[in-house]
């Protein structure tokens, strides 16, 4: 962390931690402007924006028709002007008819422009599954973000670094996506939805100071620290590698990225070199996910430092389900056993995939 | 399925225009309301009459003659500069080019009704923007070459200029993108409580698309201080207005449907650009709300160089089409006031012309594309963000630059 002023800390949700990142922000900054769908009297469906409105005026905090294309394109040109607009997606999935907006036109501009017009926005959007949402409520989309250059991809996973990261994302000048996992909003969820879950007010991370602070883009936080292998994960996914690690037994590293692209590549590449294990864990659909381009900076920046393949647990190549939901989110069992078997697979064991030829470096 | 009245081998039947007479459209208050003037959207707004006289309401206050003159030159220079870079196109010296031909009256008059700091949301063919505000035709060439004084790096394809200081965003070739962006700028500068206003850009085409729709609802419900223009020029590549829903309406009616005030005018009539523009940008300052205006005009070229009309248009339609010149016809009422002559339109394109070719040649000093003299490849890896991530970084080292 960095930038902290001495201020109180008390307990938050994350969504009090988002909203009082954007009350900060709002009270610092007479540039930022906050809008989106029923984000205004109302202070929007998961209630991050509650409030806002009547203490910054209609002319900061206001509704937007429902039009996702209309609401970045016009934070575009927001931007454009020398604003700095923070516009909520009310649900990740429904992010897609803006997508030339933010493709073609906000992660471009500053490039096509040679910097003569920028897009400094924040696109906040809660994301992922576990709520019951069905296909679309629930959806992880931050593979599509990340392969778009010009783009900044966050996803906090506690009210400590959500508030922190979207200070940061606020103030940065290039467009960030801040996913929102709705699954932690109230309290740290491991996959064990059977299970009550701990509210943030319990939990180290659900204490938050009341005033300014930052946490940097593009700094990792090492969640758990460990010896035997590296879980390189982020959102909901730290929380089920916790639990895994516990009911495992495995002494596991878990790596919250927080930023995904640009990332925070030292940390990573610290970690595994040092555990020489690691598996890659998302919510999201595995194929062409981003545990793929982990998969392979691992492979690029760690290969002779690994004694056992890379194992990657994601969520299955379907769509996401409504009734078979927790069959479809990567369960701390099927997080476990990728561990088991990262473990207990090393150079030269049947079907381990390495070939025991004694030629490879390290 | 529409069609066009005319194809190649058989003239078009311009009576689909559903023109009205010089004069005739009325001029409303500054604070009219849709429901007031939704007939304008249906109308035609002319104030020169067939033999260049100005008449109607929309004729007064009358324009200085001195800013016609102006209009005239810089609809001229648009026109020889448009020529000139053609062939250089030609000769391989950039990949592309778009002229305006035809259509020079209508970014020319708006940006004299604008006012400094305002901004304007340009589609590709608005370059009289620029040259209308005398922006030097050197670093506009720059651009086209793709050399190393191309501002914008080598980066964008010819005639997509981005100019903050003379008001004109960055150009996208993603049609429609930028009408929601400048109801976004106009947003924002009356949140700012500013009094600078936006100036939208987009062809009849390009209307089809969602940004279009979407800008016209954002604009009528933040009641934003911006101009919508439509320039409906009857083709978008080879598919006719109507393709893009022209038949049987108008382009404007689209802006009276989303509550907007909505006009249609004569785009190829420089005096009633002039004026519909100075209305709307008034209406935009005094907080009256946005204005959508179609200017009927014809693309007399190509849509680009990669583009042969003649495959499915008349080869002579633009000679037919029956709003003329704009060139010929503003010249025309500068005449009947005594301030233009035929010996002075001579010289004022032998000036141009001289003006060009020696830009041109400036230009060429600092390299084209066929010469590939052009900025630094290490440049390519800069302003993707703010401060180069380490990735890039990396790859910069790897393309060894």
């Known amino acids: 962390m960095s930038k902290t002023a001495s201020n109180q800390s008390r307990p938050m949700t994350m969504i009090q931690a988002l909203r009082s990142a954007m009350d900060v922000m709002l009270g610092r900054d007479d540039n930022v402007v906050i809008f989106g769908q029923d984000v205004g009297y109302f202070g929007g469906v998961f209630r991050c924006t509650e409030g806002l409105q009547s203490k910054y005026g209609r002319n900061r905090v206001f509704d937007a028709p429902i039009s996702e294309g209309g609401i970045v394109g016009a934070a575009v040109g927001m931007g454009a002007y020398g604003l700095r607009p923070v516009v909520e997606i009310q649900f990740a999935d429904y992010f897609y008819p803006a997508t030339d907006q933010i493709v073609s036109e906000a992660a471009r501009l500053r490039y096509r422009s040679a910097g003569e017009f920028t897009a400094p926005l924040t696109i906040r959007m809660p994301c992922g599954g576990g709520i019951y949402g069905g296909q679309t409520h629930s959806q992880s989309p931050e593979a599509l973000f990340t392969h778009v250059t010009g783009l900044r991809t966050v996803m906090p996973s506690n009210p400590y670094d959500a508030k922190g990261l979207l200070i940061a994302a606020i103030e940065c000048d290039d467009p960030v996506i801040f996913l929102e996992p709705k699954r932690l909003y109230n309290g740290p969820f491991d996959g064990h939805h059977d299970q009550p879950v701990v509210p943030w007010s319990k939990h180290p991370l659900g204490s938050v100071p009341d005033g300014y602070y930052s946490i940097p883009l593009e700094s990792a936080s090492v969640f758990r620290p460990g010896s035997e292998l590296t879980v390189l994960t982020y959102g909901t996914m730290v929380y089920v590698a916790e639990v895994a690690a516990r009911e495992s037994g495995v002494d596991a590293e878990i790596i919250d990225l927080r930023s995904l692209w640009p990332l925070d590549i030292d940390t990573i590449v610290a970690s595994v070199r040092k555990t020489g294990r690691c598996v890659v864990l998302h919510e999201a659909t595995q194929t062409s996910g981003f545990g793929a381009e982990l998969a392979t900076l691992i492979q690029e920046h760690c290969f002779y430092h690994l004694e056992a393949p890379i194992e990657r647990v994601a969520g299955w190549d379907t769509p996401y389900p409504h009734a078979h939901e927790w069959a479809y989110f990567p369960s701390p069992k099927r997080v476990g056993d990728a561990f088991r078997k990262v473990m207990d697979e090393s150079p030269g064991r049947p079907g381990s995939g390495f070939a025991a030829s004694g030629k490879r470096g390290g | ?318 000679s037919r089409f029956p709003l003329g010149d704009p060139i010929e016809r503003l010249a025309q009422h500068l005449k009947h006031l005594g301030a233009w002559s035929a010996e002075e339109h001579t010289q004022v394109q032998k000036d141009i012309e001289a003006e060009v070719v020696a830009a041109q040649k400036q230009a060429e000093a600092h390299g084209t594309l066929a010469n590939g003299q052009a900025s630094s490849v290490a440049t390519m890896f800069e302003d993707v963000y703010k401060d180069m991530p380490w990735h890039l970084r990396r790859q910069r080292q790897q393309a060894g630059v």
């Open chain 2, 1 to 318: 399925m529409p069609e066009p009245s005319g194809r190649p081998g058989h003239a078009t039947d311009f009576s689909y225009l559903r023109l009205a007479p010089a004069g005739e459209a009325r001029k409303p208050a500054l604070d009219a309301t849709v429901a007031d003037t939704a007939d304008l959207a249906y109308s035609l707004v002319r104030v020169l009459d067939d033999k260049g006289h100005a008449v109607g309401p929309w004729a007064e206050p009358a324009i200085d003659t001195e800013l016609l003159r102006n209009g005239l030159k810089a609809m001229i220079k648009t026109r020889i500069y448009d020529a000139r870079m053609l062939i250089a196109q030609r000769q391989k010296k950039m990949s592309f080019y778009m002229q305006s031909l035809g259509e020079e009256a209508i970014g020319a008059a708006q940006i004299m009704a604008l006012r400094k700091g305002d901004m304007c949301f340009p589609s590709y063919r608005q370059q009289n923007l620029l040259i209308a505000q005398d922006v030097p035709l050197v670093d506009m060439m720059c651009q086209l070459f793709s050399n190393d004084q191309d501002r914008l790096k080598g980066r964008q394809l010819p005639v997509m200029y981005s100019m903050r200081e003379h008001g004109f965003f960055s150009i996208s070739g993603n049609l429609a993108t930028q009408f929601v962006q400048a109801v976004g700028w106009a947003m924002a500068s009356a949140i700012k409580g500013d009094t600078k206003i936006a100036s939208a850009w987009i062809g009849d085409g390009a209307t089809a698309a969602a940004d279009f729709q979407t800008a016209l609802t954002f604009a009528h419900v933040y009641q934003a201080p911006v101009i919508l223009n439509v320039i409906n020029n009857q083709w978008a590549i080879s598919s006719f207005q109507a393709i893009a829903g022209g038949e049987a309406t108008t382009f404007a009616a689209r802006g009276t449907g989303t509550g907007i005030v909505s006009l249609r005018v004569d785009g190829n009539d420089f005096l009633a650009a002039y004026a519909v523009s100075k209305w709307a940008a008034e209406r935009a300052r005094g907080n009256y709300g946005p204005t959508l205006i179609e200017w009927v005009s014809y693309r007399a070229g190509p849509h680009s160089t990669s583009d042969d009309p003649s495959k499915y248009r008349p080869a002579n339609d633009w």
